[in-house]
């Protein structure tokens, strides 16, 4: 999309949609619970660059799902994406057995309250868990959910509304309306 004028050209970015990178960052600022934050610290915590999350808060800003000082997360807009649209948008079929770190149901808060002979992990050569290997919506999710319990609980309850069956979908959508409303 460009707009220009006979006096000044301006060219605005075009907003091809989201993309899983967005989800991952959102979910951090959520995590960090209304503290003080700037790109950089989104940046350093997720392995991405600052231009990354420049244009990731944009979009977001774009799709209404961050205020316009590209701060403070929509909960419910966001809440709403993940549980009607996540699946859809980044669907997500169980893989290979592998060796990684627990996600969906096979994590915590899921997993003391499911209990499953079926693991899904994000593929990770240090992981702890031998299971079915679920994509995690960027490579650096591994990385940045070992640096933050509270990141990785909610990209977690997150992957059992992409990949679980009806009653895992149901406890994680519960699960996540309480992580990201009380935030």
């Known amino acids: 999309m460009q ?3 006979r006096k000044s050209k301006i060219v605005m970015k075009q907003h091809n ?3 899983p ?3 991952v960052i959102l979910m951090k600022i959520v995590s960090l619970k209304g503290k003080h934050w700037m790109n950089i610290d989104l940046s350093r915590s997720l392995n991405l660059s600052a231009s ?3 244009e990731s808060l944009y979009r977001s800003k774009i799709a209404g799902l961050i205020d316009s000082q590209s701060k403070e997360v929509f909960k419910q807009a966001l809440l ?3 549980l009607y649209g996540i699946k859809y948008v980044y669907p997500q079929k169980p893989g290979a057995l592998v060796r990684g770190m627990p996600t969906a149901h096979s994590a915590k808060p899921l997993s003391e309250i499911i209990s499953s002979d079926e ?9 702890v868990l031998r299971g079915q290997a679920i994509e995690p919506l960027y490579p650096g999710v591994v990385e940045a959910s070992k640096k933050d319990q509270k990141l990785y609980e909610l990209l977690s309850l997150t ?3 992409r990949v679980g069956r009806a009653r895992e979908h149901l406890i994680a959508v519960k699960e996540l309306e309480k992580r990201i409303m009380s935030s």
């Open 119 to 127: 693991p899904y992990v994000w593929p990770d050569p240090d992981g």
């Open 80 to 82: 709403e994406f993940l």
């Open 159 to 161: 992957d059992a509304i």
């Open 52 to 54: 990354e999350i420049s």
């Open 17 to 19: 949609g989201m993309r």
């Open 3 to 5: 707009f220009a004028n």
């Open 21 to 23: 990178q967005d989800i």
